[in-house]
């Protein structure tokens, strides 16, 4: 079946920058999806691309997808404590409403 | 605003109680959802509806049944609750392919 990986979890340190990486396997999603989860909250969408994009920047995120090796990132910018959440990446499954999330990164901010 | 409400933030049942969650969405979407949230997991599909009176099973749906009579109501139930089904339950609504998510219900079955 459909398949959306992601690491566990990631560590920076205040103002570095943080990427997030996420790998998917169906080829015919034509949106990927950045959705974030603060604590105690439910699931915000944060940003998404167009699959025939190479690259979307809104202002300290930035998304790069590789179509070729099905890899998506998120990367955010001079990262604040206020970064700190689950991120999770999904592929939207036959171009329907029907999503597949990866298994979350849990991002931790440190002063 | 957008707004998608779930009946009750944190719930405890007891194993073989019927359990009801309940979701209600206020922008008029066809397409509702409910995942359910485990650590390591992320989120997992357990039924959608694409309209009133209308639903499909997800990837993991035994043991669960659902109820949408209005359009801005699905409801989630859990027929017989075992304590394997402790867990985050998330409900949603979308339009278009953004989906708006509720706070989430966590529900522990002892």
């Known amino acids: 079946g459909e398949d959306v990986e992601q690491s566990l979890f990631l560590s920076v340190r205040e103002g570095d920058s943080s990427v997030i990486n996420c790998t998917y396997t169906?080829?015919?999603?034509?949106?990927l999806y950045w959705y974030k989860q603060e604590p105690g909250a439910g699931l915000q969408l944060l940003t998404y691309?167009?699959?025939?994009?190479d690259m979307k920047q809104d202002q300290r995120l930035t998304v790069l997808l590789n179509k070729k090796d099905k890899h998506l990132s998120l990367r955010i910018a001079d990262t604040q404590t206020g970064d700190s959440a689950i991120y999770f990446c999904?592929?939207?499954?036959?171009?329907?409403?029907?999503?597949?999330f990866g298994t979350g990164t849990r991002l931790q901010v440190f002063p | 605003d957008v707004k998608v409400t779930q009946s009750s933030r944190y719930l405890v049942k007891r194993t073989g109680e019927k359990v009801f969650l309940e979701c209600v969405q206020d922008?008029?979407?066809?397409?509702m959802f409910w995942y359910r949230q485990d650590p390591g997991l992320g989120l997992r599909l357990i039924y959608f509806?694409?309209?009133?009176?209308?639903?499909e099973k997800g990837d993991i749906p035994e043991g669960y049944s659902v109820s949408r009579e209005k359009k801005e109501r699905f409801s989630l139930i859990l027929e017989s609750a075992s304590t394997n089904q402790t867990s985050m339950y998330l409900c949603?609504?979308?339009?278009?392919?953004?989906?708006?998510f509720g706070p989430g219900t966590r529900l522990t079955v002892l």
């Open positions: 949603a609504s979308s339009i278009a392919g953004d989906l708006f």
């Open positions: 169906d080829s015919s999603s034509t949106y």
């Open positions: 691309i167009f699959s025939n994009m």
């Open positions: 999904a592929e939207s499954l036959n171009n329907t409403d029907k999503l597949i």
């Open positions: 922008m008029d979407h066809e397409n």
């Open positions: 509806s694409y309209d009133v009176k209308m639903k």
